[in-house]
């Protein structure tokens, strides 16, 4: 497509990461048709969508890509990844063993990806306040230790739910542009 004919300015891929279960499906979901699935639907193989996003007056089209099936040990991993300018990585904020798989998912990340990667942390599910087991202080710590950029969503009742992609995409037009 020439340049003349394209509905947008830059195209970005990003990818979602983290373990699975910690929503990251029902954020993408949330966030492209306000919709939220309360049942594990692991949907096999890899899904996304692309959405429009203005930043500074431009529009940028974001491709966002949501793996799903044993998110660990997954051998699209590398081909996922390829390309990638961007991540959405995403921890459950009351189960400590998403948190602590962080380090591994970066390794991931930074191991199949540029290493001008952005990359945004999210802790999801908010809501469970009674729940809560990560505190905010240590997953601030852990971003600005490994230069991410941080915010809390919850998927369920909607809290923050664009911000996390607003925020890769501005983040990404800031390091090209
Ligand atoms: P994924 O495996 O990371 O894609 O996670 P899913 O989006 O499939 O969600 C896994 C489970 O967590 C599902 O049962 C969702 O309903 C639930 N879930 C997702 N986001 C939230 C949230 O913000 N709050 C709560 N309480 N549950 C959530
Ligand atoms: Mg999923």
């Not at 199949?112 to 601030?140: C, E, F, M, Q, W």
């Not at 915010?151 to 607003?166: C, G, H, M, R, Y």
């Amino acid at each position: 497509v020439s340049a003349a004919h394209r509905n947008y300015d830059h195209k970005f891929k990003v990818v979602l990461m983290g373990d699975s279960d910690v929503g990251k499906s029902n954020l993408l979901s949330r966030f492209t048709q306000n919709e939220f699935c309360s049942e594990s639907n692991p949907t096999i193989g890899i899904d996304f969508a692309a959405r429009r996003i203005q930043v500074e007056g431009k529009l940028i089209k974001a491709h966002i890509w949501d793996i799903a099936g044993s998110e660990r040990f997954h051998k699209l991993r590398s081909s996922y990844c390829r390309g990638a300018v961007g991540a959405i990585l995403v921890y459950d904020v009351s189960k400590p063993s998403t948190f602590d798989n962080l380090a591994m998912w970066l390794k991931e990340l930074r191991d199949h990806t540029y290493p001008s990667i952005r990359i945004v942390l999210v802790g999801n599910k908010t809501d469970l306040k009674h729940l809560r087991a990560v505190a905010t202080d240590d997953a601030h710590r852990f971003s600005e230790k490994e230069g991410l950029s941080y915010i809390e969503t919850s998927a369920l009742d909607a809290t923050n739910v664009k911000a996390p992609f607003q925020m890769i995409v501005e983040d990404i037009y800031r390091t090209i542009v």
